[in-house]
């Protein structure tokens, strides 16, 4: 416990228990702990915070000791945040594999290619875990993409995008890439990859 909230023996001395408990997660504060009072004691998960304010998901199993004169309270805190990592990786391979199984089966009876785009960006969603999803296609003129097909989108960010493609006009987004170069661009982070600064505003605002 000292290691991972950054108090050293001495600052831990006296501190309330509720320095250690984000405010959000405060006020289950008084029932958790009153669990260790159980004749098994308790553990269950929660939020803990450190000396430098930051958060971390824990793990805490303890019971109550009766002493001489009264009764302590005795726990141990598990900082459990490559465990989550773990369960959170794990819960991502699992919704993609069951979207990447039910596009197949959308695809093997796909008459419609409009259609199965907008059956995609639902699965997508709906299965994928995915906040949003589009698919666009080129104009009949060939110098913008036009999305044709959306699902999520409750602000209607994908309907405001301009994404040119046409010559020196053409914006360095990965839309704008992929469809010049031919070739698939991946963006794993939205916010900080470079191609993307045109579009991250609107992004934030879409939430």
């Keep these: 416990m000292l290691f991972r909230s950054g108090y050293s023996a001495g600052e831990m001395v006296g501190l309330p228990r509720q320095a250690f408990r984000p405010e959000a997660h405060a006020e289950s504060q008084v029932h958790d ?4 009072d159980s004749p098994s004691g308790a553990c269950y ?4 915070r450190r000396k430098d304010g930051s958060q971390f998901p824990a793990e805490i199993s303890g019971r109550a000791v009766r002493e001489e004169g009264g009764q302590v309270h005795i726990a141990f805190i598990r900082d459990i945040t490559q465990r989550k990592q773990t369960e959170h990786a794990l819960l991502r391979l699992n919704q993609l594999y069951a979207a990447s199984s039910a596009i197949s089966a959308a695809n093997a009876h796909a008459v419609d290619p409009d ?3 907008g059956r995609i960006c639902q699965i997508l969603v709906e299965a994928g875990g995915l906040s949003m999803v589009w698919v666009g296609w080129l104009d009949a003129l060939g110098r ?3 999305p044709s097909a959306v699902h999520g989108d409750r ?3 994908a309907q405001k995008l301009e994404i040119t493609v046409d010559g020196a006009h053409m914006q360095p987004g990965p839309s704008a890439v992929a469809f010049r170069e031919g ?3 991946v963006c794993n ?3 900080n990859d470079p191609s993307t600064e045109h ?3 609107a992004a934030q605002a879409a939430g």
């Design 33 to 36: 702990i009153s669990a260790f």
């Design 199 to 201: 579009w991250r505003a």
């Design 45 to 48: 998960e929660t939020v803990q």
């Design 155 to 157: 602000t209607g960010y």
């Design 183 to 185: 070739r698939i661009y």
């Design 189 to 191: 982070d939205f916010f």
């Design 115 to 117: 259609a199965l785009a």
């Design 144 to 146: 913008s993409i036009i």
